[in-house]
């Protein structure tokens, strides 16, 4: 995982940001990308996490990101455990977080 900071000279505003790969040949799959990347973020163990189905729906994520076609590139964006999260069908994960 990387983690990104990119501060503003013009603003207060502190943006953080990691980002994961994931694979769907493999078992790091989308969702399992989003949760250690949260994880990483918060600084908690993925168990700690809430459940991201009270978010969005894992498998569909998961079904919809890896059968796309190599014509298509999906992007999903979302809230989850007080992140913006993207995911990029092209096998990344962004997770933000906005700090005044």
């Given at each position: 995982?990387?983690?990104?900071?990119?501060a503003d000279d013009?603003?207060?505003?502190v943006?953080?940001a990691?980002?994961a790969d994931?694979?769907?040949?493999?078992?790091?799959?989308?969702?399992?990308?989003?949760v250690?990347a949260v994880a990483?973020?918060?600084?908690?163990d993925?168990?700690?996490?809430?459940p991201?189905y009270?978010?969005?729906d894992p498998e569909?994520?998961?079904?919809?990101?890896?059968?796309?076609d190599?014509s298509t590139?999906a992007?999903?964006?979302?809230e989850?455990?007080?992140?913006?999260?993207t995911?990029?069908?092209?096998?990344?994960?962004?997770?933000?977080?906005?700090?005044?």
């Amino acid at each position: 995982m990387n983690t990104l900071i990119n501060a503003d000279d013009s603003s207060t505003a502190v943006t953080s940001a990691i980002t994961a790969d994931w694979d769907a040949d493999t078992e790091n799959t989308p969702v399992y990308a989003i949760v250690f990347a949260v994880a990483e973020a918060e600084g908690v163990d993925p168990v700690d996490l809430p459940p991201l189905y009270e978010t969005i729906d894992p498998e569909a994520l998961n079904d919809l990101l890896s059968s796309r076609d190599d014509s298509t590139v999906a992007t999903v964006e979302f809230e989850y455990a007080g992140y913006a999260v993207t995911v990029s069908g092209e096998g990344t994960v962004t997770v933000r977080s906005d700090s005044p």
